[in-house]
C-alpha cells in the first residue's frame, strides 16, 4: 500500500483536495478551498515530474498565495452590495405575523410568513389568530407587540 502511494503521490493530491473541499462546504468561509487550490497546484507538480519535497513547496507557497490574494478579492466580491439591504433576520423586524397559539411574555407560537416562530409578547397576553408586528428577534424567538399598539406609535 505505501509502496504504491510513494509511486502515486497524485492520488494523496486528490485525497488532499477533496478533503478541504469537503471541509469548505461545511464551513463556508473561503479559506479551505485557498488550501484545496495549493492541493491542486501539488497534483499538477506530481504529473509534471516534480518531486516530492517540491510538491510540498509548491503547495504551501500557492496556498498561501491564494490565501493573501485572491480571498481578499473573493469575500469583498461576495459582500457586494447595498449596506442598508436587511438580510435573513433582519427582514423579519416589522413585518406581520398570525398568533397561532397564545403569546405571553415567556412562549407562544406565531407565522411569520410561512414560519413558525416561537414568540413572547413584548407586553400582555395576545389571543390566537390576532395580527402582530415582529419588534425584535431574540435568538430564535420572535418578540411581538400588538399591531394596535404599533399603529398607535
Given at each position: ?6 509511486e ?17 462546504m ?10 484545496g ?15 516530492f ?11 498561501l498565495?491564494?490565501?493573501?490574494f485572491?480571498r ?9 452590495g447595498?449596506t442598508?439591504?436587511l438580510?435573513?433576520i433582519?427582514?423579519l ?5 398570525l398568533?397561532i ?6 412562549s ?22 390576532a ?8 435568538g ?14
Amino acid at each position: 500500500m505505501f509502496e504504491w502511494l510513494g509511486e502515486n503521490w497524485w492520488a494523496l493530491w486528490l485525497t488532499v483536495f477533496l478533503a478541504f473541499a469537503v471541509v469548505e462546504m461545511l464551513t463556508l468561509d473561503l479559506f479551505f478551498i485557498m488550501l484545496g487550490g495549493g492541493a491542486l497546484a501539488g497534483l499538477i507538480a506530481d504529473f509534471a515530474g516534480a518531486d516530492f519535497w517540491l510538491q510540498i513547496v509548491i503547495f504551501c507557497v500557492v496556498s498561501l498565495l491564494m490565501i493573501v490574494f485572491v480571498r481578499p478579492v473573493a469575500l469583498n466580491h461576495l459582500r457586494k452590495g447595498p449596506t442598508e439591504q436587511l438580510s435573513n433576520i433582519d427582514r423579519l423586524i416589522g413585518q406581520p405575523a398570525l398568533v397561532i397559539e397564545a403569546v405571553s411574555s415567556t412562549s407562544g407560537l406565531v407565522k411569520i410568513g410561512g414560519d413558525v416562530w416561537s414568540a413572547r409578547s413584548a407586553a400582555g397576553v395576545i389571543d390566537a389568530g390576532a395580527t402582530v408586528q415582529v419588534t425584535k428577534i431574540d435568538g430564535a424567538t420572535a418578540v411581538v407587540a400588538s399591531a394596535a399598539d404599533n399603529s398607535s406609535r
